[in-house]
């Protein structure tokens, strides 16, 4: 009789790694940001009283961004996705002052907030995006005081879509928008 005989030898080699889906990208023909009351930043010149302003050590100047973006083709409604706006290391944002127009998955609404580390805003909870609709989302900033650029960083206002189920799956990669970022001013 061999030696191996009602013995179960069994192995099980795993190797994970992130898919990269793409569905699609963003309509750059719609991507937008707006200062303050609706001034587009890409604006040669930019008036001060619409500009960017950094926080001095003793006082907090606070602006308003809003982002108007559309995606270039229709994201299904499932599974839910995340949407992601880049900040850079520069930003704090009101986390109160958040506002989107983003359609629910289930619930009440896409959860928005800062990240951890606060380089980037995270929506969960968004639902079916259509190619058809311009969607808004806006938020009050400060630039932190200890910042030394003269603008926002090259990141800001990259924006991603991704799902998490059943592993990250980047659905509409980072749109690279080529802003052109408004000079920053003190207080």
Known sequence: MSPHVNNIIETYTSSASALNTTLGGWDTSKFKVLLAWGVDISI?????????????????????????????????????KTLQIALGPSITVVQSSIFTDLPVYSGAGPVCAPSSDSRTIICTNVGKLLKSTLYTFSFRFSVRPLYSSSTLDPTFGTISLVTASPMYSALIPVSYTHLTLPTIYSV
């Open 44 to 80: 040669a010149n930019l008036p001060p009283v619409f500009a960017v302003y950094q926080s001095s050590e003793t006082q907090a100047a606070i602006n308003t961004i809003s982002f108007k973006f559309q995606s270039a083709v229709d994201v299904s409604t499932e599974p839910s």
